[in-house]
């Protein structure tokens, strides 16, 4: 089978990945350690032998020189596997400017991507609305990295809504243990357990990143005039003069904002409030330093 | 619930407008999607539902406000069934009293039923009721006014004529009615009618009300009426004649197998009777006058009486021919030949030698008398200047219908003409003057008075508006000046009637100009009086008396005045008047049943589309309450809960 790539999608990812590279060029590229020790060349210090260790492990010269079992401890580095996971909710589709919020999450993962994949890393991809609807397993490679591209750039259409309880239940089972998880949602599931799934994510040892895509329409609600709104997945429509009622939107919002982020720091994870009008290298950069 | 003006309802089209507004409001809103919109709900949740409600409230008080308006346009009303009994209104009852309500059915006239109606309506009114009762034969009579003592009214209805003989006047009593109604202060106003609706009422052509008052029919007729009259009376003949005078009489109304036949009274003695021959129409009946019977007027009578008795009688002017003038000389001469009427009594008797009939009396004005004039038909002042005491019984014998004539001469004094007759002339003499050249006369009617020269004249000047000039004066100045006065006429010459200032006495045309000016002078009324009509007599003096006989033989005498208008004609058939005891003729007068009240067929209660359907009487049937002021005052609140509804929205 012959796969022809769209001239849409082509434009699609090679705007992505551009954006990508030029999110990550200029950035410190960050290291990983890993967390197994074992054979490697870098040494992390000595102990005495425990019955069970393996005997290739002893440090024969510090037997000789101290008549002590000692097993020789080195830090080794290893692969990291990286789960990405992207809301495709029809909410995530939308902009109040050019950029949509799932463009920008995109861009956000795809950056991210880019930045494991030169370093070696595994990474896999999942999106998910009220379920997990793509699943590209954890790989490295510049192959991999153009097939997670053009997931990005093209992912499964969703007509459901979020439902992140049990799409990241299920993100759970396809992380593994003990990776980088980067999801990239607007988290509008006002269900209360609906980030709950995060400290089990947490707990597999995983270390978690929650980018909250938002538009800045949705954090301030710029109308002026008296509009019929309507919303993206199935709520009844609602007519709202926006100079009345901006002061407590803007204070729901900011609570659900800081709910948000209150639960996710809770849970272990890192909370980032990516803006789409925020260019991404800066919520990158953000995101590393603070690492 | 009724309207006034259903037509405005259909205004309430109009109700739309505000929910087309409604609708058209919530489509222009332009639309914007937005993922956060379930915290637009959260935040709105309860205002939207407050604006919700009060959108809901608004469109709902808007429409009510319009539809409110629209009915009070609409003029409504409510119909509260409500017995007689249980609420005090004003009741107005009309009373039909003309000839047809006199029909006789089982015993008992229809007014005398429609009394009884009356009284047990009456009898079941609450206390504190007002009623009035008018009587609708003509004329209209306010019989009780508003009177809430019911039990006085209740006796009332005993006191009406239960045979009248009146012609009807519905309309007009129906209109006194509702004036009387809207006076009360009572709101529930009632008109109940009782007649019979023949087509003599012209029921449908009545004002009936509209609004505010409820009207009630009661239809009280005879059943297969059964009724004749006579319908038309022709005199043949001459009263001077070898065979008398002949009377055809056409005999109309519901053909009958029964013999019938007519009977005639003179002077109140019945005198012949004959059978009606049965014709398609009727009957036909011939009665025939004596020669020589000086009656100015007969009666006859359609026996046997059916159930309209009163226009089975006629009474008939059998008229004269005969002229009776007096001639006042007011230059008497022992010569005959000289006097100033010489040429009139010359005139005069000519006329039977072709065929006119005038029956002279000639008198020097010191000679005058009181009954000379009453009995005249024409008095001639021939150059007379009367004394004063005559000239209030000139007034008055003109007045009554007498005609006057007044030639000018040497002797008439324009000044006391002008004082005291003023008011009776049709102009004023002024100075007498002699003409250097003489004048022509000149007349349409009679063109050959142009032959005639006139030397001297005593000019008539300020003719009164209703004068007319049959003939004038070859400069234009009138000659003989005509009007009418009350019931009599009065003509002045301006020049002298005898030889004295005019050739007019030698000329043919005199005897014509004289006989046709005192025949016009002459002319009488003919017509028949309508019951209760006026008409024009002289009253008694203290020398002469003035009594009028009724059909029935009644005599009334007439008070002492200058004229009287007798009203007593009630009764139909003929009315003589005596004179001193001596018949009258030429104040003898008839009076006719009203014209349609013979019809005894009842075309039922008129159709009153206005408010309410044409009912039969019925006591439980309700009164109809305006709702306009209530509905107004709905508005009202509509209108102020709308601008609180729009605050509340706002905040």
Not at chain 1, 241 to 246: I, L, V
Not at chain 2, 221 to 233: F, G, Y
Not at chain 2, 415 to 439: D, F, H, K
Not at chain 2, 506 to 514: H, M, N, S
Request: glycine letters at 8%.
């Amino acid at each position: 089978m012959t796969h022809v790539l769209e001239p849409e999608l082509a434009v699609r990812l090679a705007g992505l990945t551009l954006r990508a590279k030029r999110t990550v060029d200029g950035l410190l590229a960050g290291m990983h350690r890993s967390p197994h020790r074992g054979a490697s060349a870098i040494f992390k210090e000595h102990r005495a032998y425990r019955p069970g260790d393996d005997p290739r492990l002893i440090d024969w010269r510090a037997y000789a020189r101290s008549d002590r079992y000692t097993i020789k401890h080195f830090e080794h580095e290893t692969q990291l596997r990286g789960t990405l996971a992207l809301d495709i909710s029809p909410s995530m589709h939308w902009g109040s400017g050019d950029v949509s919020k799932i463009d920008h999450a995109a861009t956000l993962l795809a950056a991210i991507a880019y930045l494991l994949t030169r370093q070696g890393d595994a990474v896999s991809l999942v999106t998910f609305d009220e379920e997990i609807r793509d699943r590209l397993p954890a790989r490295s490679g510049p192959a991999h990295l153009d097939y997670l591209m053009r997931t990005l750039a093209e992912p499964t259409r969703s007509n459901g809504q979020t439902a992140l309880h049990a799409s990241l239940d299920k993100l759970i089972e396809h992380a593994g243990r003990m990776g980088l998880v980067v999801i990239a949602s607007d988290l509008l599931d006002l269900e209360g357990e609906a980030l709950n799934p995060i400290a089990r994510i947490q707990a597999r040892g995983h270390q978690t990143i929650v980018l909250h895509v938002m538009d800045p329409a949705e954090l301030e609600l710029p109308y002026e005039r008296p509009l019929h709104f309507e919303g993206l997945e199935g709520e009844s429509p609602v007519e709202v003069d926006p100079k009345g009622a901006r002061r407590r939107y803007r204070d729901a919002i900011d609570a659900f904002v800081g709910s948000c982020q209150r639960r996710v720091v809770a849970a272990g994870a890192r909370y980032l409030l990516a803006r789409t009008d925020t260019p991404p290298e800066h919520t990158l950069l953000q995101l590393l330093r603070e690492g | 619930m009724g309207f006034g003006l259903p037509w405005a309802l259909a205004g309430l089209i109009a109700v739309g407008i505000p929910i087309l507004a409604h609708l058209l409001r919530r489509q222009k809103l332009p639309k914007q999607t937005l993922p956060t919109i379930a915290f637009l709900h959260r935040i709105q949740a309860t205002r939207a539902a407050r604006l919700r409600v009060v959108d809901m409230l608004l469109l709902f008080v808007r429409a009510l406000l319009v539809a409110a308006l629209v009915l009070v346009a609409a003029a409504p009303y409510r119909v509260v069934r409500s017995s007689l009994l249980d609420r005090q209104h004003a009741l107005a009852i009309v009373l039909d009293d003309s000839l047809s309500m006199a029909a006789i059915y089982q015993g008992k006239t229809l007014i005398e039923r429609a009394a009884l109606s009356a009284t047990e309506q009456v009898r079941k009114l609450p206390e504190g009721s007002e009623v009035s009762v008018i009587l609708s034969g003509r004329s209209p009579r306010v019989w009780v006014r508003r009177r809430s003592d019911l039990e006085m009214v209740g006796t009332v209805f005993g006191d009406i004529g239960l045979r009248s003989t009146r012609g009807d006047a519905l309309c007009d009593a129906v209109q006194t009615a509702m004036e009387l109604l809207l006076e009360s202060e009572l709101a529930d106003r009632r008109l109940l009618v009782l007649s019979d609706f023949t087509e003599g009422t012209h029921a449908e052509s009545c004002e009936w009300p509209s609004r505010g008052i409820r009207v009630a029919f009661e239809t009280l007729s005879t059943p297969n009426p059964d009724n004749r009259r006579i319908a038309s009376v022709e005199v043949n003949g001459e009263r001077d004649a070898p065979d008398g005078m002949r009377l055809v009489v056409q005999i109309a109304g519901t053909p009958t197998q029964s013999p019938q036949e007519l009977r005639m009274r003179q002077k109140g003695q019945e005198t012949q009777k004959t059978p009606v021959q049965r014709g398609g129409n009727g009957g036909e009946a011939s009665l025939s006058i004596a020669p020589g019977s000086t009656d100015a007027v007969v009666e006859l009578q359609l026996y046997p009486d059916d159930v309209l008795p009163a226009d089975n009688v006629r009474g008939v002017l059998l008229g004269s021919d005969t002229v009776h003038v007096l001639l006042v000389d007011g230059d008497p001469h022992p010569d005959p030949r000289k006097r100033e009427t010489a040429f009139l009594n010359h005139a005069l008797g000519v006329a039977s030698r072709i065929g006119r009939s005038f029956s002279v009396e000639t008198l020097d004005a010191e000679d005058l008398s009181e009954n000379a004039i009453i009995r005249s038909d024409v008095l001639v002042l021939a150059n007379a200047t009367l004394d004063q005491k005559w000239l209030p019984l000139i007034q008055r014998y003109v007045g009554g219908g007498g005609s006057l004539w007044i030639t000018a001469g040497d002797r008439v004094n324009p000044r006391a003409y002008g004082s005291v007759l003023r008011e009776l002339l049709p102009g004023r003499y002024t100075a007498t003057r002699m003409e250097a050249r003489s004048l022509s006369l000149q007349s349409k009617t009679l063109p050959e008075l142009a032959q005639a020269k006139v030397r001297g004249r005593t000019p008539i000047a300020e003719a009164s508006l209703d004068a007319v000039v049959t003939a004038r004066f070859s400069d234009g100045a009138a000659a003989m000046l005509e009007h009418r006065y009350r019931s009599g006429r009065v003509a002045m010459l301006a020049t002298t009637i005898d030889d004295a200032w005019t050739d007019l006495p030698y000329q043919p045309v005199f005897v014509p100009f004289v006989l046709d000016t005192l025949r016009r002078l002459a002319g009488r009324s003919e017509h028949s009086v309508e019951p209760y009509g006026t008409v024009s007599l002289p009253g008694s003096t203290q020398s002469q008396r003035i009594q009028v006989v009724t059909p029935t033989g009644r005599t009334v005498d007439l008070a002492e005045a200058d004229r009287v208008a007798f009203r007593d004609t009630g009764e139909i058939g003929a009315y003589r008047v005596l004179v001193n005891g001596v018949n009258g003729a030429r104040f003898a007068f008839v009076v006719d049943a009203p014209p349609g009240e013979s019809d005894l067929v009842s075309k039922g209660a008129p159709d009153v589309e206005s408010s309410f359907e044409a009912v039969e009487l019925d006591t439980s049937s309700g009164v109809e309450q305006p709702l306009g002021p209530w509905l107004l005052l709905l508005a009202m609140v509509l209108l102020f809960g709308e601008l609180g509804l729009r605050q509340i929205r706002r905040r």
